[in-house]
T-cell receptor, first 111, second 113 residues
Framework: GENVEQHPSTLSVQEGDSAVIKCTYS??????FPWYKQELGKGPQLIID?????GEKKDQRIAVTLNKTAKHFSLHITETQPEDSAVYFC??????????FGQGTTLQVKP | NAGVMQNPRHLVRRRGQEARLRCSPM?????VYWYRQLPEEGLKFMVY????????ESGMPKERFSAEFPKEGPSILRIQQVVRGDSAAYFC???????????FGPGTRLTVT
């Protein structure tokens, strides 16, 4: 079945630096790739997504890139701020609608 | 437009009791998904429902777990005869279509004592 691998599991950066989180997926039929941010005690919040007909998408300080040939996609956060500290999850989905999540990355932004 | 609502937010059950978790999707959303998150782990898909239909239950344990999304009212995830291993956060998400963005609720944290 579909599998999503996410790296790194923890990431610590200084405020103002960039952070990159990478995911790979196994099923080439996957066509939707969202990223979620989860703060302690809360539900995951959708922050950005990309579909298989697009290679890159940007929203202010957040960008996502997709390489369908290599079956990997990445989240880029620039000019990180302490409020960016959270757990980030990537996910992949096929037409069936079922989202498969990565294991999560705990991002710590040090002031 | 209110977000996805889940209740209760916290639920404590003794082993052998039943747990009923409720999810009200966002207005206009007819697709509901349930996920389970164990401590320090990612979210695991359980079941995908549309109104009155189970579309995909490949992530549901074969026994003790059931889900429904009736024509009227919230979606219900039901766990019978709970065991300690059922302790987890259960999240519900909704979308207007299966291909659209999913929006998650705040979760129900189930503790089995």
């Amino acid at each position: 079945g579909e599998n999503v691998e996410q790296h790194p599991s923890t990431l610590s950066v200084q405020e103002g630096d960039s952070a990159v989180i990478k995911c790979t997926y196994s099923d080439s039929a996957s066509n939707y790739f969202p990223w979620y941010k989860q703060e302690l005690g809360k539900g995951p919040q959708l922050i950005i997504d990309i579909r298989s007909n697009v290679g890159e998408k940007k929203d202010q300080r957040i960008a996502v890139t997709l390489n369908k040939t290599a079956k990997h996609f990445s989240l880029h956060i620039t000019e990180t701020q302490p409020e960016d500290s959270a757990v980030y999850f990537c996910a992949a989905s096929m037409y069936t609608g079922k989202l498969i999540f990565g294991q999560g990355t705990t991002l710590q932004v040090k002031p | 437009n209110a977000g996805v609502m889940q209740n209760p937010r916290h639920l404590v059950r003794r082993r052998g009791q039943e747990a009923r978790l409720r999810c009200s999707p966002m207005k206009g959303h007819s697709h509901v998904y349930w996920y389970r998150q164990l401590p320090e782990e990612g979210l695991k898909f359980m079941v995908y429902l549309q109104k009155e239909n189970i579309i995909d239950e490949s992530g549901m344990p074969k026994e003790r777990f059931s889900a429904e999304f009736p024509k009227e009212g919230p979606s219900i995830l039901r766990i019978q005869q709970v065991v300690r291993g059922d302790s987890a956060a259960y999240f519900c998400a909704s979308s207007p279509l299966s291909t659209d963005d999913r929006y998650f609720g705040p979760g129900t944290r189930l503790t089995v004592t």
